[in-house]
């Protein structure tokens, strides 16, 4: 099982780079510190305190990562998305730069609140507007802006013209996976790829839509508002 301390075993920037970082996003400032965050497999990251505001900086640090331009093409695409109204807040970027290595960094807005996975775990709470909530954003963010190519977050892998020649590639792919779980019959197996095949018409589209892969109840945010979640 690979963890994130697989890619990262020590802070890849000094402390005195991180506050001079600090320090130029925020000349004016008159109290400026940086606290590392638990270890994250993507990027490393930290809260950087001014004066009374908080605000995150991450730094990308896996040479794939860096090669693939993965943080920059992520500040892109939050730059984008704060034309749009999706019912969600997402973090503004702040700032962006490159440490004395060449790490890309981006300082964005601090979002506050708990993860989804400890607000459900909490008592009597109601959950309905927090899924309706999650639905629009989702629809949202499916109606807002495109991009020409389908793998553009994606390292090394070839190239696709449509949606369905990116489907077959993946099912393909997938399939001795899929062979192998012990909840699903070879006939069940082949039901479900064909329905998917069925349906491979119906997608036309030439531009494709910014989605979040893992939005997950560890990737959201919300709060216990009188024992309603709220995102």
Known sequence: ?????????????????????ARSAFP??????????PLGCTNATYRVFVDDNVYVMR??????????????KEVDMLRKLENYDLTISLPKVIWTGYTGQGFP???ETNLS????????????????????????????????PK????EEFEQGRPRF????????????????LCERVTYASLKEIDQAYEIV???????????????????????????????????
């Not at 099982?1 to 970082?21: C, F, G, H, Q, R």
């Not at 004016?28 to 965050?37: D, T």
Request: proline residues 5%; negative net charge.
């Open 28 to 37: 004016h400032g008159k109290r400026v510190s940086v606290e590392q965050m």
């Open 161 to 176: 013209a449509d949606l369905p020649s990116y489907a077959r590639h993946y099912l393909a792919e997938w399939r001795p």
């Open 59 to 72: 730094i990308a640090f896996r040479p794939e990562r860096i090669e693939g331009r993965i943080l920059e």
């Open 147 to 150: 991009h020409p190519a389908i």
């Open 105 to 107: 960094v981006m300082i």
């Open 1 to 21: 099982m690979v963890t994130p301390l697989d890619y990262l075993v020590a802070d890849p920037v000094s402390d005195e780079e991180k506050e001079s970082i």
């Open 197 to 231: 095949e069925r349906g491979m018409a119906h997608f036309t589209e030439k531009e494709f839509p910014f989605i979040h892969m893992d939005t997950s109840i560890e990737n959201l945010l919300g709060e216990n508002d009188g024992g309603v979640i709220r995102l």
């Open 113 to 144: 609140g708990k993860t989804l996975r400890v607000l459900l775990e909490e008592a009597s709470v109601q959950v309905d507007g927090a899924a309706r909530t999650l639905g629009r954003f989702l629809a949202a963010l499916h109606s807002g």
